[in-house]
């Protein structure tokens, strides 16, 4: 460890917060530390890890529940006719009648789940997947439902849960940073889906490209090196000389030694990251498993792929997101074209994504986390060919990292408007996501603006049922 | 610089897992207890015990203290910093040379490098004896007087003000004047506007007297109160209305008063002395104020539109067709969406019966016959969605003249008192709680609120009042901060229970009385703390120094910083002869079209960042929320959504990958080799000489000459370019853009020392 990091010299939050070392460095000196200088830091490991990183699979726009995961008969049977419940006080629009789904559900694998016809490939991983039916939110609007999901907040600028997961665990990998998001959306929150608000800035997101972007064109802003490698590293050798002479003159400073580390580092990943990124060694049977080889699955199966190499790398969270420039599953109208195109793009890529998983020991201690900012209404939109927001009840689901594998958990009422069963609120999302990597939600505090702040603000309850 | 209260050290509780509000409390009551031993602070002021804090405390006038080494000092400044210093047993270090002290006084009045004439200049000047006036006072003097002093120390308190151009959240609607209140701040402290004056224009502008021009100015100055980050989505109007009211008031009491009020909207404050009531005293006074911002986004039912003020001589005249040109707009745009909507339903059921149609068993006539009438409904639309569109793009197209258009905020037509929200929420209301102030600060002479006012008036002359005990101190504690890279008061936001105590207590007071004795003058006030010792000190650090006080909180020698992102911006624009000196008028928020993309706007920012470029300086830049210029991200811009007293200082690779490898870096290396080699002969040493002149107002070492030298003749192997590829002047240049990029990445530019 870096000599200027001592806690008696500086405080671990401001060596953190200014360090370019943050990269793993905190994993080595971390919240399982028995000694910590800040109160902030007091984080003892009240549960083993189940999970060691995360895959977040992103689906911008708000998928259909009903459509994909949870089939509801009566909402068969009552296709057309009014929703007989109360309707949400706040919508987002207004709604008709109830809409059936366009497609069939089978049931699938050991465990016999239910998956609609949308997701052909899915369903042969069925029996690895732990579908939460049970889920809701709060915000009805995509941007504050984003915000929401990412961050804990619709009002506030927060940092994202892939940020206190990197804060809380830090990187495995020196070269590389704990938290990447593969072409993220700029919309609705957009930076602030992936920041750090007022955490260390090393913990925010680093995005690979945005979701306007194709995949193979997806990059690291300034990660090409503007000189060949020689010639670069001479540079570089000549700015670290002049540094180190000038540390030297001035006498310990530690943001001037991160700033000598941080030069070597950005040198490094200029490298690491191509390498990670780069494909073309895969063989042809992987580039198959995740649709490479097929123009429709080709960009967002890239996307997976490049997943997995993160996720291989000691990425802790990898966020890999499905959209275009505009709001891909957000089908008001055109449910049945929207949706089919949707999720052809990402069924064999997510299943040859669990399936690589799992052939590679990595699905064990990989936390793979499905969904959208919210699901849709039963009830019918856009010359009944659509449907609206809904986030009153909607699925997710989780495959690996220490879940309950071939099971559904909760469910929403008989037509999927409400969460009905085992409820699962946002909150209760990340504070489970943040126990199946060990770290205990109401002890992963950061200290701002005189107060302590969690992912979970004063929510969040552990939804221990869907431990494995 | 390190944000949040210190924290105890070495306690055995530090183990245990805390919580959030418990947690802070303890270590409120730890910190007391194991750093502060003579303080006998309580665990939670209330109005009963607040006297008992020293923030809470009149300001004292106390004695200017004895120092044994009596020709250190200069001022009296000098005299408090050396006290606690032999207090301590430390033992200052020397001044910093001339070619550093110009650097860092550049660098803190103006936010831009010295040139390397005026650099000589200095150190000419200091050399020389016998001079009537001191050769720092004198460039002090210059400075201060420079129109880039506003622009250095406006954009502090824009840092304060949350100041943005976009609304931010889900509906980031541009907010195309918003820069004027960014001019009036620059303008305000370059004319060193009373920073009592200065906080009454912010707050109650719109109500003091004066006309024309210097009431437009004042006007502009409200906009302080609507520059907040607003849910314009939000459908309950009333929840929308609290929550512009509790971001108000967090943002007057960080600013102001260093002190989170807006923590007592659920309950009664649970450290400083802010019982709920008091919360919605002042909540009344914004209620029955009326923050304008303009309109929310068109074509979707936006129930949270405001007006926007007209200012200038043709207002009166212009302002009223004006806003109902954009009404009608609004309108218009609405009935043009609603329409288009309401065809495409009927176009998705045509779909649907043609699909049906293709069925077995289907009743093929009577399909047919829907179809055929839908059709003609459709055609009856299309008629009707293609006039409105006319209707719009004629509206978008031909706006009547325009007054200027200013946010701000004004009294609402009739005041009212507001509810208590219990926990909060508008649901659950408890009493009615008349208008009124912060009962912990209690001054004299303020007029009570009359029933027909709003009380913002009060408000602002509670703020104002030198008798308040808190106005001064944070604002001499901000000062302080800018030039010495660290509060007295480290937590400059927080003041109260959970905050930071003064390291120099008796200094802070000294420097509060002394402020409001002056008249509240910023300059004044600087030019007193740049003409101390303690601030021209080296950086050198001392061994025994920095054993005894590692963090230097005493002052033992002048801490180096980073410089902010617009600084940084500014400085490499300097020396690589591409910066426009003068203001940029008006903003590229404001040259953005005014309605046509205002729907959805959240969706497709207007603005990218790849835009945000322009050869003025930093402060210019568009502060869009959530968009910001690369460069100011980077390099830890204050987020612009909240009051903010002292920013990150981080370090990250991606800064060193933009120092790196970024074009907008490159070409201003490109630019500054291309001035080092203009007219140099083809010896390298002449240019060499010339670049660490305009870059580091210094000439390179030994070592260094024979470093870069040494760069100029690497093997052709590693070249990027083969040398055969160009030609002897473009590998010249090529090479000496390198060499320009390492001093732009260097630390020495970099810091301010």
């Known amino acids: 460890m870096n000599p200027a990091f001592q806690p008696s010299l500086i405080s671990r939050r401001a060596a953190l917060k200014r360090s370019a070392a943050g990269f793993g460095w905190l994993a080595a000196s971390s919240l399982l530390a028995e000694k910590s200088p800040s109160p902030a830091s007091a984080k003892s490991p009240h549960l083993a890890p189940r999970a060691k990183r995360v895959i977040f699979l992103f689906m911008k726009g708000g998928p259909s529940h009903m459509d994909t995961f949870d089939p509801k008969p009566l909402l068969d049977r009552d296709d057309g006719k009014p929703f007989p419940g109360a309707k949400p006080r706040v919508q987002f629009a207004a709604t008709g009648e109830l809409l059936k789904s366009p497609w069939k559900f089978q049931n699938h694998g050991q465990s016999g789940l239910p998956v609609s016809e949308l997701f052909p490939h899915v369903a042969q991983c069925i029996d690895d997947l732990c579908i939460l039916r049970s889920c809701h939110g709060t915000n009805p609007a995509h941007g504050g439902a984003l915000l929401k999901l990412h961050t804990g907040s619709d009002n506030f600028v927060r940092p994202s849960m892939g940020a206190w997961v990197n804060y809380g665990l830090g990187s495995e990998n020196q070269n590389l940073p704990g938290f990447i998001t593969i072409c993220p959306t700029l919309a609705h929150g957009g930076v602030n889906n992936w920041g750090a608000a007022f955490l260390p800035a090393w913990t925010q997101g680093t995005p690979i490209g945005n979701a306007a972007v194709p995949s193979d064109k997806a990059l690291v802003r300034h990660i090409i090196p503007r000189l060949a490698p020689g010639e670069q590293r001479q540079q570089l050798d000549l700015l670290a000389a002049m540094n180190r002479d000038h540390l030297a003159q001035t006498g310990p400073n530690q943001a001037l030694e991160g700033r000598l580390n941080s030069f070597e580092l950005a040198f490094r990943m200029q490298m690491a990251m191509p390498e990670a990124q780069d494909l073309s060694r895969e063989t042809a049977a992987t580039k198959h498993l995740y649709g490479l080889d097929d123009k429709v699955t080709e960009n967002f199966g890239r996307q997976c792929l490049m997943a997995r190499r993160f996720a291989e790398r000691g990425v802790r969270f990898i966020q890999v997101t499905h959209s275009d420039g505009d709001v891909q599953w957000d089908q008001h109208g055109n449910l049945r074209k929207g949706h089919t195109k949707n999720a052809a793009e990402v069924d064999r890529p997510i299943a040859g994504l669990l399936k690589d998983l799992k052939a590679r020991g990595l699905l064990q201690d990989t936390l793979v986390l499905w969904g959208g900012e919210f699901g849709r209404t039963p009830a019918a939109q856009g010359g009944r060919d659509g449907r609206d927001h809904n986030p009153e009840g909607f699925t997710m689901w989780m495959a690996g990292g220490g879940v309950k594998p071939g099971i559904a958990y909760g469910a929403t009422d008989d037509y999927g408007w409400f969460a009905a069963e085992n409820k699962i609120h946002i909150h209760d999302l990340h504070a489970t996501l943040l126990a199946l990597l060990g770290m205990d939600h109401e002890h992963l505090t950061y200290r701002h603006a005189g107060r302590d702040f969690r992912l979970t603000d004063v929510h969040g309850h552990v939804v221990r049922d869907i431990f494995a | ?753």
């Open chain 2, 1 to 753: 610089m390190e944000r949040g209260r210190p924290r105890p050290q070495q306690t055995p509780v530090k183990k245990q897992p805390l919580r959030t509000w418990a947690s802070a409390l303890l270590v409120a009551f730890l910190w007391t207890v194991s750093c502060s031993p003579a303080a006998e602070a309580p665990m939670r002021l209330t109005l009963e015990n607040a006297g008992s804090f020293w923030a809470f405390q009149p300001v004292k006038s106390p004695g200017v203290p004895a120092v044994k080494d009596a020709a250190w000092p200069r001022s009296s400044v000098d005299r408090f910093v050396l006290a606690k210093l032999e207090e301590q047993g430390l033992k200052p270090v020397s001044v910093a040379d001339p070619r550093t002290l110009v650097r860092r006084l550049h660098h803190d009045l103006i936010g831009l490098p010295p040139t390397p004439e005026e650099v000589e200049a200095f150190v000419r000047a200091c050399s020389s004896t016998g001079q009537h006036r001191s050769p720092v006072a004198v460039l002090v003097d210059k400075l201060l007087a420079s129109p880039h002093f506003g622009e250095r120390w406006g954009r502090h308190w824009l840092d304060l003000a949350r100041y943005a151009e976009s609304n931010g959240k889900a509906r980031n609607m541009i907010w195309h004047h918003a820069w004027r209140y960014r001019d009036w701040v620059i303008g305000a402290f370059n004319r060193d506007l009373t920073y009592d004056q200065f906080i009454r224009e912010q707050v109650a502008g719109d109500l003091l007297p004066g006309s024309g021009a210097e009431r437009d100015a004042r006007v502009v100055a409200t906009g302080f109160l609507a520059l907040g980050a607003k849910a314009l989505e939000e459908t309950k109007r009333e929840l929308f209305r609290m929550d512009v009211i509790d971001e108000q008031i967090e943002v007057i009491g960080r600013s102001f008063l260093g002190l989170s009020i807006a923590c007592a909207r659920c309950h009664d404050h649970k450290f400083d002395p802010v019982p709920t009531r008091d919360y919605y005293a002042l909540a009344g006074i914004l209620r029955s104020t009326q923050p304008l911002y303009g309109l929310g986004p068109m074509g979707i039912k936006c129930v949270n539109d405001s007006e926007l003020q007209a200012i200038g001589p043709d207002a009166d005249t212009l302002a009223p067709k004006a806003a109902e040109h954009l009404k009608d707009l609004a309108t218009r745009v609405q009935e043009r969406n609603d329409a288009r909507s309401s065809r495409y339903r009927i176009v998705r059921n045509v779909a649907d019966a043609k699909a049906q149609l293709k069925k077995p068993g289907a009743d093929a006539a009577k399909l047919e016959a829907d179809i055929a009438k839908m059709d003609a409904v459709i055609k009856d639309w299309d008629v009707k969605v293609k006039a409105l569109e006319a209707t719009v793009s004629n509206l978008e197209t031909n706006f009547p003249p325009q007054p200027a258009f200013a946010m701000a905020a004004r009294d609402a037509a009739k005041p009212e008192d507001s509810k208590i929200h219990i926990r909060g929420t508008i649901e659950n209301l408890g009493e009615v709680v008349p208008r009124g102030l912060p009962q912990v600060i209690q001054v004299p002479g303020l007029a009570p609120i009359a029933a027909g006012e709003s009380g913002r008036r009060q408000l602002a002359d509670l703020l104002a009042h030198p008798a308040n005990p808190l106005t001064a101190r944070v604002a001499v504690n901000r000062v302080w901060q800018h030039l010495f890279g660290r509060g007295l008061v480290t937590t400059p936001d927080d003041f109260g229970l959970n905050g930071a105590r003064p390291s120099h207590p008796e200094l802070l007071d000294h420097l509060a009385a002394q402020f409001v004795a002056d008249g509240w003058s910023t300059k004044k006030l600087i030019r007193s703390l740049v003409l101390s010792r303690a601030y021209q000190l080296g950086s050198a650090v001392d061994a025994a120094n920095q054993e005894r006080d590692p963090e230097n909180v005493f002052l033992w020698r002048k801490r180096p910083r980073a410089l902010e992102a617009e600084v940084f911006h500014d400085a490499v624009l300097s020396v690589s002869g591409q910066l426009d000196p003068r203001p940029r008028p008006g903003s590229m928020t404001a040259d953005l079209p005014p309605f046509t993309a205002h729907e959805m706007f959240s969706f497709k920012p207007q603005l990218v960042e790849t835009q945000m470029v322009h050869r003025h300086r930093a402060v210019y830049l568009p502060v869009v929320r959530g968009v910001l210029p690369e460069l100011l991200k980077l390099f830890d811009f204050a987020e612009p959504s909240m009051a903010l007293g002292a920013r990150d200082e981080t370090v990250v690779p991606a800064q060193a990958s933009f120092l790196l490898n970024s074009p907008w870096v490159l070409a201003q290396a490109r630019h500054l080799a291309t001035v080092v080699l203009a007219g140099a002969s083809v010896d390298a040493a002449e240019p060499l000489d010339k670049l660490f002149r305009r870059t580091l107002s210094r000439l390179p070492t030994p070592r260094e000459r024979e470093r870069f030298l040494g760069y100029l003749v690497q093997p052709e192997a590693q070249l990027t370019t083969p040398k055969t590829l160009l030609s002897a002047e473009a590998l010249r240049l090529e090479q000496w853009t390198s060499l320009a990029q390492v001093l732009l990445a260097s630390s020495e530019f970099r810091f301010s020392f």
